[in-house]
C-alpha cells in the first residue's frame, strides 16, 4: 500500500496564515456636526383633575302624545322619523257618538234661545215675572256650556303635535281603540339636547346651576362646553347619585340616544408637561430629545393625557431636565447642539 505525502495541505494552511497575518484598520465614523436647536427646561406644575362621568344624550323635549278623548283610530298620518310642526294633525279619532251629542246640544240651545227671547217679551208685557225669566236665561246658559263642551270633546278627536319635533314611535294602528292615558305616539325635539349623567355624591356637593364643563361625544366626533341646568335635590337610593343634566349646545354631529362623558373637575395635581410638538413617535414607541453634556439623547418616555398643545409625561423625564420643544427630522441621537 502507497502512502499519500501530506505536504499539500500544509501547503495551503501555510499560505492561509500568511494571509490572514496583515494589519486591516477599521474606517473612521465622522462626527455628527453641531445643530443650532432651542431648549426648554421641564417643570413640574399644577394641572386640574377631572373626573370622567358617562351619560347619555337625551333630548330636553320629548312627550308622548294620547287622545285625550275615547275613540277608534280612523287615520294615521305621522310615522316614526317624520318631523311635524305644532298643531299638525297626527291622528283621526271615530267619535260619533260625541258627534250626535253635539248636535243635541246644539238644538237644545236653539230651542233655549228661542225660549229666551219668548219670556224676554213676557218679561215686557208683565206675564212673566223676573224670576221666571232668569230661571229661563240660566237654562240657555247651561245649554250654551254643553255646546262648547261637547264641540271641544269633538275637537280633540283629532290628535295634533304639542309641540316642533320628530315623531319616534308608533304605538297603535289605525282600528285600536285609542283613550286618555294611552299613548299614540312618542316624539321628541332633537334641536334641544343634553347630557344627563348620574354623578356621585363626593362630586354632586360642588355642583351649581350653570357651571360648565367639558364634555365629549365620541358617536358624533364632538367636543363641546355642556352647562349644568338640573341637579336632583336627592340621591338615587340604589346607586348613591345625583341626577344632573347639562344642555349641549346645537351641533349637527349630535343625535339623542348617544353615549357621552362629561369632565367634572375635583382639584389640582402636580404634572410634568411638554409640548406635543417635542414628543417624537417610532413605532409604538415615544421618545423626547433630552440635553445632556451638551448634547441631545433621544430617552423613552410614557406618554399621558394632552390638552390645549401640551401632553404630560407620566415616566421617563425629571423636573429641571432640558429638552428641544421642537426638534427638526434631521436631529440625531448623541449629536452635539448650539443652543439656539
Given at each position: 500500500?502507497?502512502?499519500e505525502?501530506?505536504f ?5 494552511t501555510?499560505?492561509?496564515?500568511a494571509g490572514?497575518g496583515g494589519?486591516h484598520?477599521a474606517?473612521e465614523i465622522?462626527?455628527?456636526p ?7 427646561t421641564?417643570?413640574a406644575?399644577?394641572?386640574p383633575?377631572f ?9 330636553r323635549?320629548e312627550?308622548?302624545v ?6 277608534r283610530v280612523?287615520?294615521m ?5 317624520l ?9 283621526k279619532?271615530?267619535?260619533?257618538e260625541?258627534?250626535a251629542?253635539l248636535?243635541?246640544a246644539?238644538a237644545t240651545l236653539a ?6 227671547d219668548r ?14 225669566f232668569?230661571q229661563?236665561?240660566?237654562q240657555?246658559?247651561?245649554?250654551m256650556?254643553?255646546v262648547e263642551?261637547?264641540?271641544t270633546?269633538v275637537e280633540?278627536a283629532t290628535?295634533?303635535a304639542?309641540f316642533?319635533?320628530t ?11 285609542a283613550?286618555?292615558?294611552r299613548p ?6 332633537s ?5 344627563e349623567i ?10 351649581s346651576?350653570?357651571d360648565a364643563?367639558r364634555?365629549?361625544?365620541?358617536g ?11 341637579i336632583?335635590?336627592?340621591?338615587d337610593?340604589g346607586?348613591r347619585?345625583?341626577?344632573v343634566?347639562?344642555d349641549?349646545p346645537?351641533n349637527?354631529q349630535?343625535?339623542a ?5 362629561a369632565?367634572l373637575?375635583?382639584g389640582?395635581?402636580q ?16 421618545y423626547?430629545?433630552v ?6 439623547r433621544?430617552r423613552?418616555?410614557?406618554t399621558?393625557?394632552?390638552?390645549e398643545?401640551d401632553i404630560?409625561?407620566?415616566a421617563?423625564l ?8 421642537a426638534?427638526p ?6 449629536q452635539?447642539?448650539?443652543?439656539g
Amino acid at each position: 500500500m502507497k502512502t499519500e505525502p501530506l505536504f499539500f495541505p500544509m501547503i495551503s494552511t501555510a499560505l492561509l496564515l500568511a494571509g490572514c497575518g496583515g494589519h486591516h484598520e477599521a474606517p473612521e465614523i465622522e462626527p455628527l456636526p453641531p445643530v443650532s436647536v432651542e431648549t426648554v427646561t421641564v417643570e413640574a406644575h399644577d394641572v386640574p383633575v377631572f373626573e370622567e362621568v358617562v351619560g347619555t344624550v337625551r333630548p330636553r323635549k320629548e312627550a308622548q302624545v294620547a287622545a285625550k278623548v275615547t275613540g277608534r283610530v280612523l287615520e294615521m298620518t305621522a310615522v316614526p322619523g317624520l318631523e311635524v310642526a305644532q298643531g299638525e294633525v297626527m291622528a283621526k279619532l271615530e267619535v260619533g257618538e260625541l258627534e250626535a251629542a253635539l248636535r243635541r246640544a246644539e238644538a237644545t240651545l236653539a230651542q233655549a234661545d228661542r225660549e229666551l227671547d219668548r219670556y224676554r217679551k213676557l218679561r215686557q208685557t208683565g206675564a212673566a215675572t223676573e224670576a221666571e225669566f232668569e230661571q229661563i236665561e240660566s237654562q240657555r246658559r247651561i245649554a250654551m256650556a254643553t255646546v262648547e263642551e261637547t264641540r271641544t270633546m269633538v275637537e280633540n278627536a283629532t290628535v295634533t303635535a304639542p309641540f316642533d319635533g320628530t315623531v319616534t314611535r308608533k304605538f297603535l294602528e289605525p282600528g285600536d281603540l285609542a283613550s286618555p292615558g294611552r299613548p299614540l305616539f312618542a316624539m321628541e325635539d332633537s334641536s334641544l339636547l343634553r347630557l344627563e349623567i348620574n354623578v356621585a355624591e363626593s362630586l354632586a356637593g360642588g355642583l351649581s346651576i350653570g357651571d360648565a364643563f367639558r364634555v365629549e361625544v365620541a358617536g358624533a366626533g364632538a367636543d363641546l362646553e355642556a352647562a349644568v341646568s338640573e341637579i336632583a335635590p336627592s340621591a338615587d337610593v340604589g346607586s348613591r347619585t345625583f341626577s344632573v343634566k347639562l344642555d349641549l349646545p346645537e351641533n349637527d354631529q349630535l343625535r339623542a340616544g348617544q353615549f357621552g362623558r362629561a369632565y367634572l373637575p375635583r382639584g389640582q395635581r402636580q404634572a410634568l408637561t411638554v409640548p406635543e410638538t417635542a414628543v417624537v413617535s417610532r413605532g409604538q414607541m415615544d421618545y423626547v430629545f433630552v440635553v445632556e453634556d451638551g448634547a441631545v439623547r433621544l430617552r423613552i418616555v410614557r406618554t399621558g393625557g394632552s390638552q390645549e398643545g401640551d401632553i404630560e409625561i407620566l415616566a421617563g423625564l425629571d423636573g429641571g431636565e432640558a429638552i428641544v420643544p421642537a426638534p427638526p427630522a434631521e436631529l440625531r441621537d448623541g449629536q452635539p447642539i448650539q443652543e439656539g
